[in-house]
């Protein structure tokens, strides 16, 4: 896959497409006052990372994504959901 170009389309599919853990015993682990997780995950040739983070004080400010492994070894997140522990733009908490 050619990652120099990819559109709405591309990232779209590499988000949806079938994978699976690698890692399927990954532990909680505690870095700068927050919980971390990292799952391994393959589909193909191709290698992502579902990763959890949660603040230790707010558990609810935590973030969560899927990243995928670019050929040159970098990183490039395709999504990640945030918990409502700090506003987002114009959403409107009631």
């Known amino acids: 896959m050619d990652f120099s170009n990819l559109t709405d389309g591309d990232i779209e599919n590499l988000i949806l497409m079938e994978k699976h853990v690698a890692n399927p015993g990954a532990r909680w682990s505690e870095r700068k006052g927050?919980?971390?997780?990292?799952?391994?995950?393959?589909?193909?040739r191709l290698t992502f990372t579902l990763y959890l983070r949660e603040l230790l004080l707010y558990p609810d400010n935590f973030s969560c994504?899927?990243?995928?492994?670019?050929?040159?070894?970098?990183?490039?997140?395709?999504?990640?959901?945030?918990?409502?522990g700090h506003p987002h733009g114009e959403i409107l908490y009631e």
């Open 34 to 44: 927050s919980r971390r997780k990292n799952f391994q995950l393959r589909a193909g």
């Open 65 to 84: 994504g899927l990243s995928v492994t670019k050929p040159d070894g970098n990183q490039l997140t395709l999504t990640r959901y945030n918990g409502c």
